[in-house]
């Protein structure tokens, strides 16, 4: 039955975020029709990474996710705002996301850091105007998703949807 709860709130909070992003907020910040459906993207797989059975999980799976973001956004607006897209620069924004991330101890968040520092990237490629710009509105939909997942999570606890608020790291049965 949690599996069924889990799937179904999953599924709403998702809803939940995208809307968020491609309704509310590009009514403040909207560059473009394709920009709002990547934004909503974006903050529905932030919602899908933070969104687990036990709380604790839940804020473990934000901080990673809001991590990675935080150091992919710094390598790429940097890079962005002095030099247009080109393969090799991704690459070697991926290579130094995958060091810094090692080197603060967060081995685990390297993953997440490359994945996201080539998105960035290469939407910045298919859209070249203003292309800083990309760094700046992926951290917006990543808290937005992040916020939705973990308060979703907050609520499952609550209502006692897989593991209690206070069990930390134990798995639903």
């Known amino acids: 039955m949690d599996a069924i709860l889990h799937g179904l709130m999953v599924s709403v909070l998702c809803v939940a975020s995208y809307w968020l992003i491609t309704q509310m907020l590009t009514h403040v910040v909207s560059l473009s029709r394709d920009d709002d459906l990547l934004g909503g993207m974006w903050a529905v797989i932030a919602t899908i ?9 839940s804020v473990r799976g934000a901080l990673s996710r809001i991590s990675a973001t935080i150091l992919s956004f710094v390598l790429c607006f ?10 090799w620069g991704m690459a070697a924004l991926i290579g130094i996301g995958a060091i810094v991330m090692s080197l603060l101890g967060r081995p685990g968040d390297v993953i997440t850091t490359g994945i996201t520092t080539a998105v960035v990237m290469v939407v910045a490629a298919i859209s070249p105007d203003h292309a800083w710009r ?8 990543t808290v937005f998703g992040v916020t939705v997942g973990v308060f979703g999570t907050w609520i499952g606890s609550t209502l006692s949807i897989g593991c209690s608020v206070t069990m930390g790291g134990a798995s639903p049965e």
């Open 134 to 141: 990309q760094p700046v509105l992926r951290v917006i939909d």
């Open 78 to 87: 940097i890079y962005l705002l002095l030099f247009p897209f080109e393969p």
């Open 49 to 57: 990474f933070v969104y687990r059975f036990c709380y604790k999980e």
